[in-house]
Antibody
Framework: QIQLVQSGPELKKPGESVKISCKAS????????MHWVKQAPGKGLKWMGW????????TYADDFKGRFVFSLEASASTANLQISNLKNEDTATYFC????????????WGQGVMVTVSS | DIVLTQSPALAVSLGQRATISCKTN??????????MHWYQQKPGQQPKLLIY???NLASGIPARFSGRGSGTDFTLTIDPVEADDTATYYC????????FGGGTKLELK
């Protein structure tokens, strides 16, 4: 069955970096785009951008340009999100989600990773 | 950027109809399709796709859920509402990149 399994929770200090992963199974990884979505505690969903899993090209939403990097380990069917120079406002749950085409909805989601940034 | 606006909350009685609206500041139609999707999220869970392209029911979703609309005005209807439907509902556009609405929390009266 199709699954997106994300890495475990993270506790970091301001200024540190974090890398979280999203491992896909049950389908051909490179046939679907992978998106990243942020949800701050008690808040709504915010689209961060997506990565073309065939070419590796990332696209970032305006609010996520600079400290955020999407990458792939295609041989391992894994997408990664790295956040550098962490700030308190990066405290959130981060979801990965796949879509078939550029316009397609997100039909499968990871379970989410809670990242806590605290001194 | 395309901005999606939803009412923050809605209270409905069991067995009644719930209508959740989503308005956009730009037209999300293109070549006959409306690029609007709906998701349900329960506390502590990932979102689940309910409706895609404004009115198409996603796989495994009960027919109590329906969507309609075009252009800049869209609605998600749940009829009849069941206890398990208490959740937050989000609209999402895919006409230009992606954005989500702020979410509507559905509660029971």
């Amino acid at each position: 069955q199709i699954q997106l399994v994300q890495s475990g929770p993270e506790l970091k200090k301001p200024g540190e970096s974090v890398k979280i992963s999203c491992k896909a199974s049950g389908y051909t990884f490179t046939d679907y785009a992978m998106h990243w979505v942020k949800q701050a505690p008690g808040k709504g969903l915010k689209w961060m951008g997506w990565i073309n899993t065939y070419t590796g090209k990332p696209t970032y939403a305006d609010d996520f340009k600079g400290r955020f990097v999407f990458s792939l380990e295609a041989s391992a069917s894994t997408a990664n999100l790295q956040i550098s120079n962490l700030k308190n406002e990066d405290t959130a749950t981060y979801f990965c989600a796949r879509s078939a085409l550029q316009w397609s909805p997100f039909d499968y989601w990871g379970q989410g990773v809670m990242v806590t940034v605290s001194s | 950027d395309i901005v999606l606006t939803q009412s923050p909350a809605l209270a409905v009685s069991l067995g009644q109809r719930a209508t959740i609206s989503c308005k956009t500041n730009q037209n999300v139609d293109y070549y006959g399709n409306s690029y609007m999707h709906w998701y349900q999220q329960k506390p502590g869970q990932q979102p689940k796709l309910l409706i895609y392209l404004a009115s198409n029911l996603a796989s495994g979703i009960p027919a109590r859920f329906s969507g309609r609309g075009s252009g800049t005005d869209f609605t998600l209807t749940i009829d009849p509402v069941e206890a398990d439907d208490t959740a937050t509902y989000y609209c999402q556009q895919s006409r230009n990149l992606r954005t989500f609405g702020g979410g509507t929390k559905l509660e029971l009266k």
